[in-house]
C-alpha cells in the first residue's frame, strides 16, 4: 500500500541537506514523498557564500491550500527539520493538527532543532514553541543531548538521567524518543559516541510497556551538513517497516548512516588528498552512490536493550 510523506525542510541547490536528504532514501524504500521547501538556498551555510530565500509561514500556508484544493492532501507522515521562523513553525504545528484530524494514524516525525553542545543556533524564541506547540504533537522526535536537556530542564550525566529524560519527553507527547548523540561515556572506547532511545507501546489490554535501547557509533573527524535530516527520514522509514521493535529500527538507522558516512569521507579525503583536510563541496553526502546500503543496510551498530 502506498505511503505518503509530507517534508516540510530547507533545500539546497547544491549538495544533500533537508529535504534532499530525506526525499530520496524515503523515495529509494518506496514512500511517496511530496516537498515543501523550508529555504531554499544555494548551498548550505558550512559553505564561505550563499544566497537564497526563506518561506514565510503565508507562503507555507498558500502552498498547502494548494494541495488540499486538489484534496491530495491525505498523508501517512510528516516531517520536519530546521527552522528559524515562530510563526513558520507555529504554522506546521497547525498543518500536523489538520492532517492528523483527518487521518488519527498519521504520524509526525520532528528533529526539534535547536542547537548542540551547549549553544542555541537559532533563535531563542522557537524554544518555547517546540516546547509547548511542536513537541506535543509529535510522535517521533531525535533531539540530541543539548537539546533533550533544553526542551526538559533537565541534565543528562548519567544512563539513568537519559532515561530519565527521554520519559519526560514522552510524557509531553511522542511516544517514540532518540537521543541521537550524547556525552556519556560509552563502553567501547573514546572513538565511539552513545545514543539512547525510547519507545512506549500500549499493550491489547490497555497497559504500556517501554522499549529502551542504547547503541554506540563510530565517531568520525570530519563535520558533516545533512545528517540529521537523513538520520530522521531513516528513523521513519525503518520505524515504518518495523514499528513495535526500537531495536531493529535503530540498528537500521544507525547502519545506513555509517554506510553513507564513511562513502562520504573516504571519497572527501581521496579528493582532497593525503595530509589535506576536505573543504566543504568534497564533504557533501554521497547519497546516490550509497543507495544500495540504503535499501538493505549491512547491520554494523547492535542496540542493546536497556530496559
Known amino acids: 500500500m502506498e505511503c505518503r510523506v509530507l517534508s516540510i525542510q530547507s533545500h539546497v541547490v547544491r549538495g544533500y541537506v533537508g529535504n534532499k536528504s530525506a526525499s530520496f532514501p524515503l523515495q529509494v524504500l518506496g514512500f511517496e514523498v511530496d516537498s515543501i521547501n523550508s529555504v531554499q538556498f544555494s548551498n548550505h551555510t558550512g559553505y564561505s557564500h550563499w544566497k537564497g530565500q526563506v518561506l514565510t509561514a503565508d507562503e507555507l500556508h498558500v502552498l498547502y491550500e494548494g494541495i488540499k484544493l486538489n484534496n491530495v492532501h491525505h498523508y501517512d507522515y510528516v516531517l520536519t527539520g530546521y ?29 526539534p532543532v535547536l542547537g548542540d553542545h551547549g549553544s542555541m543556533y537559532v533563535p531563542q524564541n522557537l524554544y518555547p514553541v517546540y516546547k509547548n506547540k511542536v513537541v506535543p504533537v509529535a510522535d517521533i522526535i531525535t533531539p540530541n543531548q543539548f537539546e533533550a536537556e533544553l526542551l526538559t530542564g533537565k ?21 517514540t524518543v532518540v537521543i541521537t548523540s550524547s556525552d556519556l561515556p560509552p563502553r567501547l572506547g573514546d572513538r565511539f559516541l552513545v ?16 522499549q529502551r535501547v542504547r547503541i554506540e557509533v563510530p565517531k568520525v573527524d570530519a563535520v558533516f551538513v545533512g545528517t540529521g535530516d537523513l538520520f530522521a527520514a531513516m528513523l521513519l522509514a525503518w520505524t515504518h ?6 531495536k531493529t529500527a535503530c540498528e537500521k538507522t544507525f547502519s545506513v548512516m555509517h554506510h553513507v558516512i564513511q562513502r562520504t569521507i573516504s571519497y572527501a579525503h581521496d579528493l582532497a588528498g593525503p595530509g589535506r583536510r576536505p573543504s566543504p563541496p568534497q564533504l557533501e553526502l554521497r547519497m546516490v552512490q550509497s543507495k544500495a546500503d540504503i535499501e538493505d543496510p549491512a547491520i554494523v551498530t547492535e542496540a542493546t ?3
Not at 95 to 106: D, G, S
Not at 241 to 246: E, K, S, W
Open 241 to 246: 517497516h518495523y514499528p513495535n521493535d526500537l
Open 155 to 175: 541534565n543528562i550525566s548519567t544512563q539513568k538521567d537519559a532515561v530519565e529524560v527521554m520519559d519526560l519527553l514522552h510524557a509531553m507527547g511522542p511516544d
Open 195 to 210: 545514543s539512547l532511545g525510547s519507545q512506549r507501546h500500549v499493550r491489547p489490554d490497555g497497559s504500556r510497556t517501554t
Open 83 to 111: 527552522t528559524r521562523d515562530t510563526s513558520f513553525l507555529e504554522m506546521v504545528v497547525d498543518i500536523v493538527q489538520e492532517l492528523k484530524r483527518a487521518n488519527p494514524n498519521l504520524v509526525y516525525v520532528c528533529d
Open 305 to 307: 536493550v536497556i530496559s
